[in-house]
């Protein structure tokens, strides 16, 4: 099928049909992404406006940016401030304030800070430069991945280490089940951090709480197809994994990609900022990657004193679905992409960002 096919107007028109007729006498449905693309096209796209009024679309904990606690962003600071290195790290990530600066704030007071698009960038950069560089490793497993698979196949400048504030999707979300921190009726889950884990680690997800877990695809078509199965999974009470981004995404995941993770990574637990520390949601280096782990090649120093959250930000409540973006008081009028006052508000995969894009105004 051309990708054109999974925007159709008179397709997506249908399948909203359908799932109206099919959820006609349904109680509420809670279904939660945990992709910020998949909110990004469901603005985008007015999808909600598609919607009946029972089956609420929730974001989840789905960008990596709002997920990075303020203890890693202050402790990067302090250690680059004090010894004179340079941060390198992606765009969005310097402009996500920590207890009192963000990197890009910090670089006024003296921190040294170079925007890079990926890590090849920050190789380069390294080669040329006569100070230390540390690269602040950002991202779900789609990141990590890449990421682990360069480490093991290149050799690198010897002045270049890394921070990783890594997570892993499966396990951020299964333990925020656990810990009773979602009130969901289904998932959709992300094509793609899934192209790497695959969905096998979501069967858990799926057979513990009793969640149907349907993984899509980004274009109008696919997030409603998935709407559409997983009603059809409620309604045959059934409740299991399904893939609708077969074009994509295999069962099984990337097994190359796995191997790079497993090779390198240890899966730890990990602060996700606003919800606390999250068992087995985290990828640090392992051992034998200490020479290039800044953490312990540096004994960088972490203060327990740190402010997730600025006075009256909601980003928490909104990354577990409790409210909407347009709930939080100051979203709009004090806080907007050129003023973030959370992480939400700040990539462009941060919800509070996509419901800017379509509501907000300065
Ligand atoms: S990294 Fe990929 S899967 Fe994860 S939130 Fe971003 S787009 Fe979605
Ligand atoms: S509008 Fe701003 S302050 Fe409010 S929750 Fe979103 S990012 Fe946080």
């Known amino acids: 099928m051309q990708l054109s096919k999974f925007k159709d107007k008179d397709l997506v028109l249908a399948l909203a049909q359908s799932i109206k007729v099919k959820s006609k006498n349904f109680e509420n449905l809670r279904i939660m992404h945990v992709c910020g693309t998949h909110e990004n096209s469901i603005v985008r796209y007015a999808l909600r406006d598609l919607l009946p009024e029972n089956i609420k679309l929730l974001a989840g904990p789905g960008c990596p940016v709002c997920v990075t ?175 609708e981004y077969e074009r994509l995404l295999s069962y099984e995941g990337n097994k190359l990609a796995q191997k790079a993770l497993n090779d390198v990574f240890d899966i730890v637990p990990s602060i996700w900022r606003g919800l606390g520390t999250i068992e087995n949601s985290g990828f640090e280096f392992k051992k034998t990657y200490d020479f290039l782990n800044a953490k312990v090649k540096f004994n960088i120093p972490f203060s327990e004193d740190y402010i997730e959250e600025q006075k009256g930000c909601r980003c928490a409540e909104v990354i577990l679905g409790l409210i909407e973006p347009t709930q939080c008081p100051m979203f709009s009028k004090v806080c907007n992409p050129h003023n973030p006052v959370g992480p939400c508000m700040v990539s462009d995969e941060g919800t509070c960002r996509n419901w800017w894009e379509v509501k907000g105004e300065i």
């Open 69 to 243: 606690s303020s203890k890693d962003i202050d402790a990067i600071i302090n250690y680059g401030i004090k010894n004179n290195c340079t941060i390198a790290t992606f765009g969005d990530m310097l402009r996500v304030k920590g207890s009192n600066y963000s990197l890009f704030s910090a670089s006024k007071m003296g921190l040294s800070v170079k925007m890079v698009y990926g890590l090849d960038e920050a190789i380069d950069f390294a080669k040329k430069s006569r100070q230390d560089v540390i690269f602040f490793s950002v991202g779900f497993e789609t990141t990590a991945a890449p990421i682990a698979s360069i480490i093991k196949s290149i050799s690198l400048p010897e002045n270049l280490s890394f921070f990783s504030v890594h997570k892993y999707t499966p396990n951020g979300v299964l333990e925020l089940l656990k810990a009773g921190k979602l009130n969901i009726d289904a998932l959709i889950l992300p094509g793609h951090a899934s192209i790497v884990s695959g969905l096998v680690p979501y069967e858990k997800v799926s057979s513990d709480f009793k969640l149907p877990c349907v993984a899509a695809g980004f274009e109008p078509v696919d997030i409603l197809s998935t709407i559409l199965m997983i009603i059809n999974q409620i309604e045959n009470n059934t409740c299991k994994v399904e893939n």
